[in-house]
């Protein structure tokens, strides 16, 4: 899938699984995002390993078969991580190690990695080793081999006490230490949200590396940081933006993924109440994905997780720049949604949408005015509902063209 090589980057190897819920496509496609991840991670994917299974081996997640091609691989090319698709227990991690001798990290471990070397502020580094330390929990007893009993005595852990256990109630005071420190942040923040008056509040949401920063500087014109990598954005970004004379507050978000670890929805869940006080939200699409359908459930199921699934929604279809259809030949296959060229999309659940679909590319401010409308018509109704007496202030989009 990428194509750039470098001699930094730590070479990988990606395992995935191919089940009745799980089929040889959408493995694929997995497998596609974990390596997209593991580029962004700082790695390398030099192969990838697939296995049939009615479901994953309790202890080693692939058959032993397939466990031994791994290790043969790993040990002839100086491979040092194994990376799975999907969240491996305590256990079948220690199993792993043991057969495979390498660094082995899963689809969750590798998203925690990814977001602790992109927080940059404390709220956002407190929150990942939040969800750091909830995963760590139940995996320590595989991190220590030197389990023998302490000594007690003055200034000892305690009679009896293994590292183990020790380690453990560290780890557990840490988690308590660090919800603490978030409950304080969640009310700064939110007197800080309560300082910004009655202003309309609009969210970008979507899944993640599909244009949301790119939307924001365009329609902010401010320097949010953008890059084609996932998870560029991690804070939230809250901007004044005008449209017209209409003012409004847009936040762009921490973008979502399938599979997301649950520590990581659990411990973000307060970044989100960016989110959950909104008053309106722009579900931004990378229309030119193959899998954007999925991408789309992926995102209504976290917005129902923080109970935001019901509010007012725009549906931004972006890089419409980049979308090209599969090419059909009918002789070989029925045609399916991957053939349809864009004007096809529009005629499907897309145009029952009606005018809260949006076809617009970002980075070449295409159909942004159509945009902008849009935006102002849905700021507009909202801020006049909540002050009726505003209403000559704010004419009609196409007016204020006029004047």
Same mark, same amino acid.
């Given at each position: 899938?990428?194509?750039?090589?470098? =001699? !930094?980057?730590?070479?990988?190897?990606?395992?995935?699984?191919?089940?009745?819920?799980?089929?040889? &496509?959408?493995?694929?496609?997995?497998?596609?995002?974990?390596?997209?991840?593991?580029?962004?991670?700082?790695?390398?994917?030099?192969?990838?390993?697939?296995?049939?299974?009615?479901?994953?081996?309790?202890?080693?997640?692939?058959? &032993?078969?397939?466990?031994?091609?791994?290790?043969?691989?790993?040990?002839? $090319?100086?491979?040092?991580?194994?990376?799975?698709?999907?969240?491996?227990?305590?256990?079948?991690?220690?199993?792993?190690?043991?057969?495979?001798?390498?660094?082995?990290?899963?689809? &969750?471990?590798?998203?925690?990695?990814?977001?602790?070397?992109?927080?940059?502020?404390?709220?956002?580094?407190?929150?990942?080793?939040?969800?750091?330390?909830?995963?760590?929990?139940?995996?320590? %007893?595989?991190?220590?081999?030197?389990? @023998?009993?302490?000594?007690?005595?003055?200034?000892? %852990?305690?009679?009896?006490?293994?590292?183990?256990?020790?380690?453990?109630?560290?780890?557990?005071?840490?988690?308590?230490?660090? #919800?603490?420190?978030?409950?304080?942040?969640?009310?700064?923040?939110?007197?800080?949200?309560?300082? %910004?008056?009655?202003?309309?509040?609009?969210?970008?949401?979507?899944?993640? $590396?599909?244009?949301?920063?790119?939307?924001?500087?365009?329609?902010?014109?401010?320097?949010?940081?953008?890059?084609?990598?996932?998870?560029?954005?991690?804070? &939230?970004?809250?901007?004044?933006?005008?449209?017209? !004379?209409?003012?409004?507050?847009?936040?762009?978000?921490?973008?979502?993924?399938? #599979?997301?670890?649950?520590?990581?929805?659990?411990?973000?869940?307060?970044?989100?109440?960016?989110?959950?006080?909104?008053?309106?939200?722009?579900?931004?699409?990378? =229309?030119?994905?193959?899998?954007?359908?999925?991408?789309?459930?992926?995102?209504?199921?976290?917005?129902?997780?923080?109970?935001?699934?019901?509010?007012?929604?725009?549906?931004?279809? !972006?890089?419409?720049?980049?979308?090209?259809?599969?090419?059909?030949?009918?002789?070989?296959?029925?045609?399916? #949604?991957?053939?349809?060229?864009?004007?096809?999309?529009?005629?499907?659940?897309?145009?029952?949408?009606?005018?809260?679909?949006?076809?617009?590319?970002?980075?070449?401010? @295409?159909?942004?005015?159509?945009?902008?409308?849009?935006?102002?018509?849905?700021? %507009?109704?909202?801020?006049?509902?909540?002050?009726?007496?505003? !209403?000559?202030?704010?004419?009609?989009?196409?007016?204020?063209?006029?004047?």
């Amino acid at each position: 899938m990428l194509e750039k090589k470098d =001699i !930094n980057l730590e070479k990988a190897v990606l395992i995935g699984i191919v089940t009745k819920e799980q089929d040889e &496509t959408k493995s694929k496609e997995y497998l596609d995002e974990l390596e997209f991840l593991t580029y962004t991670a700082g790695g390398e994917v030099v192969k990838r390993f697939t296995q049939k299974m009615e479901m994953p081996n309790p202890k080693t997640f692939i058959g &032993t078969g397939k466990m031994e091609d791994v290790r043969e691989f790993i040990e002839e $090319n100086d491979i040092g991580t194994a990376i799975f698709d999907d969240e491996l227990s305590a256990a079948q991690e220690r199993n792993i190690s043991k057969i495979l001798n390498c660094k082995v990290l899963d689809r &969750t471990n590798l998203i925690l990695d990814i977001f602790a070397q992109r927080a940059q502020t404390s709220y956002a580094r407190t929150q990942v080793e939040l969800a750091q330390c909830e995963y760590l929990l139940p995996r320590l %007893r595989g991190m220590w081999t030197h389990l @023998e009993r302490q000594k007690g005595g003055i200034g000892m %852990r305690g009679p009896g006490e293994t590292e183990i256990e020790t380690d453990r109630r560290i780890v557990r005071d840490k988690i308590s230490l660090l #919800k603490e420190r978030i409950k304080t942040i969640d009310k700064q923040m939110s007197v800080q949200r309560g300082n %910004r008056g009655a202003m309309v509040r609009v969210a970008l949401v979507g899944y993640t $590396n599909v244009g949301k920063s790119t939307l924001m500087n365009v329609i902010s014109k401010s320097e949010v940081f953008a890059e084609n990598k996932l998870f560029a954005t991690l804070d &939230t970004t809250v901007r004044k933006v005008v449209i017209q !004379n209409l003012p409004f507050l847009l936040s762009d978000t921490v973008g979502f993924i399938r #599979k997301l670890p649950t520590q990581l929805v659990e411990s973000f869940k307060s970044t989100l109440d960016e989110v959950r006080e909104a008053d309106l939200l722009l579900h931004v699409v990378d =229309i030119s994905h193959p899998n954007f359908e999925e991408h789309i459930e992926s995102v209504n199921k976290i917005l129902g997780e923080i109970e935001s699934v019901n509010k007012p929604t725009i549906m931004v279809f !972006n890089k419409i720049d980049a979308y090209k259809p599969e090419p059909f030949d009918g002789d070989d296959f029925e045609r399916t #949604k991957k053939n349809y060229s864009l004007e096809e999309w529009k005629k499907t659940w897309m145009g029952k949408i009606g005018e809260n679909a949006l076809f617009i590319s970002a980075v070449n401010k @295409e159909n942004l005015e159509d945009f902008k409308k849009r935006v102002y018509d849905e700021v %507009r109704r909202i801020h006049i509902t909540r002050f009726p007496y505003n !209403n000559f202030l704010y004419p009609d989009y196409d007016d204020t063209l006029e004047s």
